[in-house]
């Protein structure tokens, strides 16, 4: 009667060995970047704050009507870089703001691309002559070639004591 107990589990550990190591494929995510709209994010279930932010922001109604006038939908562009997995207001508070001036400048959708990475080491399909070096990024784009960086400035100027609006440096990304 002990060979039989025995011998049973030694079968049940032999099975579950089989099994197990029929597991050992592993799930790796895709590191590339994922193209979202506006209300893809808003739509996300963490991300419930960022048409709220979108609609808090108040921009300086006389800088946009400036961004209204100077902004060519067919010269300029402004791509997005964050993490929008995460759900934390840091990534996507600014993105938030930009895209509230971008659109009460009269612009459409068709004007930004936003891209959700984890890293700024995933890929994307601006690489070749973008250059992302942390999350969040917003480049300005003038014919295809980037001009401004709206979030690193905005980053310069609040390390050195100064305050400056994010429309104040989207015009001034698009006057150069």
């Known amino acids: 009667m002990k060979k039989l107990n025995i011998l049973s589990v030694v079968v049940v550990i032999l099975l579950s060995l089989i099994i197990f190591a ?24 963490t991300y419930e704050w960022f048409g709220i932010e979108m609609n808090m922001y108040v921009p300086d109604t006389a800088i946009v009507n400036q961004i209204k006038t100077l902004f060519n939908p067919n010269m300029h562009k402004v791509l997005f870089y964050a993490d929008m997995t995460c759900g934390c207001v840091t990534q996507g508070e600014n993105v938030a703001h930009i895209i509230r001036v971008l659109r009460d400048a009269g612009m459409n959708d068709s004007v930004f691309k936003i891209y959700s990475m984890r890293k700024n080491t995933w890929s994307y399909p601006e690489s070749g002559y973008v250059q992302v070096t942390k999350l969040p990024t917003a480049m300005l784009m003038k014919n295809v070639v980037p001009v401004y960086s709206v979030l690193d400035t905005l980053l310069t100027f609040q390390l050195t004591g100064q305050e400056k609006k994010i429309e104040e440096l989207l015009l001034d990304g698009i006057k150069k």
């Open 22 to 45: 029929g597991c050992t494929e592993t799930t790796s995510v895709k590191e590339e970047a994922i193209l979202l709209t506006v209300n893809q994010i808003k739509e996300t279930p």
